[in-house]
């Protein structure tokens, strides 16, 4: 089992640049879910989705996309990136909560920087 | 809403010193209690969860103890050595309907020194 893995490790971006931050996991949970996390602030949710074709908004939605088309990824899309977008990216997946699966099994992140 | 408040680090200690690290709560009804832990340059991962009152949640000699008269759950370790250096998050679901989410404290961030 990979668990859950994300590409790039690192990226910089320049100022109004797209890119897409993959995210897989291998474990059939249906829970996938977007994190940034800014130095001295914890982690706050940009999405989240419970299955494939279902996907919402978190706390820090704005500048971000997602999709799910299948159960085992879950893609970032930063259209037009800014500054304010440099942050380390964390994706997480987690089994049903109805049973017991409530715990998040994180991806090692990636680090980005907007020029 | 739900929220989870911890202590502000940093904390730096002695190998073998003993450790706290303060988390109290604010929930409707008694969801699971977790501590994170991420070590430096890697992704959260699961340190210990309690999942009802009274229940304590231990794993590699820290511990935790899901208190809900005074809805805290402190991270103790009795002796921690420098492989211990990290930074420690407390984290709660969501109540409600979706409630698939965690929200995280800030985090605390450990180092232990020889």
């Known amino acids: 089992n990979a668990g859950v893995t994300q590409t790039p490790k690192f990226r910089i971006l320049k100022i109004g640049q797209s890119m897409t931050l993959q995210c897989a996991q291998d474990?059939?949970?249906?829970?996938m879910y977007w994190y940034r996390q800014d130095p001295g602030m914890g982690l706050k949710l940009i999405y989240y989705?419970?299955?494939?074709?279902?996907?919402d908004k978190g706390e820090v939605p704005n500048g971000y996309n997602v999709s799910r088309s299948t159960t085992e990824d879950f893609p970032l899309r930063l259209e037009l990136a800014a500054p304010s977008q440099t942050s380390v990216y964390f994706c997480?997946?987690?089994?049903?909560?109805?049973?017991?699966?409530?715990?998040?099994?994180f991806g090692p992140g990636t680090r980005l920087t907007v020029l | 809403g739900d929220s989870v408040t911890q202590m502000e680090g940093p904390v730096t200690l002695s190998e073998e010193a003993f450790l706290t690290i303060n988390c109290t709560y604010t929930?409707?009804?008694?969801?699971?209690l977790f501590w994170y832990v991420q070590y430096p340059g890697e992704g959260l991962q699961l340190l210990l969860k309690?999942?009802?009152?009274?229940d304590k949640g231990s794993n590699k000699g820290f511990e935790a103890t899901y208190r809900k008269e005074t809805t805290s759950f402190h991270l103790e370790k009795g002796s921690v050595q420098v492989s211990d250096s990290a930074v420690y998050f407390c984290?709660?679901?969501?109540?409600?309907?979706?409630?698939?989410?965690?929200?995280f404290g800030k985090g605390t961030k450990l180092s232990v020194i020889p």
């Open positions: 984290a709660l679901p969501y109540s409600g309907a979706g409630s698939y989410q965690l929200t």
């Open positions: 474990m059939n949970h249906n829970y």
């Open positions: 989705s419970v299955g494939a074709g279902i996907t």
């Open positions: 997480a997946s987690s089994g049903d909560r109805r049973r017991g699966g409530d715990e998040q099994f």
């Open positions: 309690a999942t009802k009152a009274d």
């Open positions: 929930a409707t009804g008694y969801p699971s």
